[in-house]
């Protein structure tokens, strides 16, 4: 779905409502949200159980709301760490 007005990552954590780690760029802008199967460069997801990590890691979204702190965020994401996506 995309947005009617892109959102920066500040107006993500007040929506979230959450003190989350944020890694990446926090310059870009969110422009849709999505489930993770149908996400597109700009979407924002989220991911809670580890069988969808590497998925979402790799998937077109450029944000994702996620409860670890991978080893390795070469995927280029911006992500928002919180214990409950």
Not at 14 to 19: A, E, L, P, T, V
Not at 24 to 43: A, C
Request: no cysteine.
């Amino acid at each position: 779905m995309k947005l009617n007005k892109p959102l920066s990552t500040d107006e993500i954590l007040q929506i979230i409502g959450s003190k989350a780690k944020v890694i990446g760029n926090k310059d870009l802008k969110i422009t849709g949200i999505n489930e993770i199967h149908g996400v597109e460069e700009g979407d924002i997801t989220f991911v809670d159980h580890p069988k969808y990590y590497e998925k979402v890691l790799k998937s077109k979204a450029s944000f994702i709301i996620i409860d670890i702190e991978p080893e390795d965020n070469t995927h280029g994401k911006t992500l928002f760490i919180t214990e409950d996506p």
